[in-house]
């Protein structure tokens, strides 16, 4: 008789928030799939639990989600987490979950934090309609194609970002998207828990001098019907211009680019920076 695979939401930074029946599965499982097990023993040693453990994450996914398979074929129950948050979302779980599923394997989910869910929740734009985008890539080329795809998206957008990458991003999106509402949440349920709600060019300007930590959620209001290149004027170009100088780009590289996004002469933007 086959086992099954339970995907459990674990604590995204208080262990408070672990539900009494996530501790009841991880105490019943067979063995428990962990991103990483040096992470997963501690929340298990909190709660006293003692189970073996898989090494299950992003560069071996494949072969060990085969392997895990098979046991559960064999009739034992795993139980996959994640370091944190809700497993299989934005996160390599999502692989196993499809191999379970082709199998044949009942799949269930004990519902726990996540930390999109979270943040968008506390975000102060419109949560009615929303897409979650996850993390941009690092390659320019898909980043690139990313960006361009959700430039007319209507619906709040929401990222997570690494804290040594968020000001390339907040930079990316404003040339992307041009100068709209962002919520910047970091430490989730933890102690430095943090919501910012400005705009993408002054959190520009506030994260160049004042560089933060932890885990961060990016929340991005969508394009507004309204919101055409005609209602820039060449003052808002100039400015979005000035919020991407760096010590990477050329003034002239930086013109050229804008010039692109919103439609005003290369020269006239590199005029404006030069006498700014």
Known sequence: ???????????????????????ESLKSADFIAAEDTRV???LLNHFGIKKPMISYFEHNKYQKGLYIRDRILAGET?????????????????ELVAQCAEAGIEVSVVPGPCAFVSALAVSGLPTGRFTFEGFLS????????????????????????????????????????????????RELTKI?????????????????????KGEIVLIIEGCKEEEKKSNLTLEDSI???????????????????????????????YKGLIEG
């Open 192 to 212: 430095h828990e943090e919501t910012v709600r400005t705009t993408l060019q002054d959190a520009i300007k506030k994260y160049e001098s004042d560089p933060i």
């Open 40 to 42: 997963t023993v501690k």
């Open 239 to 269: 400015k979005m211009a000035q919020s991407l100088l760096d010590k990477d780009c050329t003034i002239s590289d930086v013109a050229k680019e804008v010039a692109k996004t919103t439609g005003f002469k290369k020269s006239d933007i």
């Open 78 to 94: 795993c139980v996959l987490v994640s370091d944190a948050g809700m497993p299989a979302i934005s996160d390599p779980g999502e």
């Open 138 to 185: 690092v390659t320019k080329k898909n980043r690139v194609a990313h960006l361009e795809s959700i430039k007319k998206e209507p619906r709040t957008m929401v990222f997570y970002e690494a804290p040594h990458k968020l000001l390339r991003t907040l930079k990316d999106l404003l040339f992307a998207l041009g100068n709209r509402k962002i919520a910047i949440v």
């Open 1 to 23: 008789m086959n086992g099954k695979l339970i995907v459990v939401g674990t604590p995204i930074g208080n262990l408070n928030d672990m539900s009494s029946r996530a501790i």
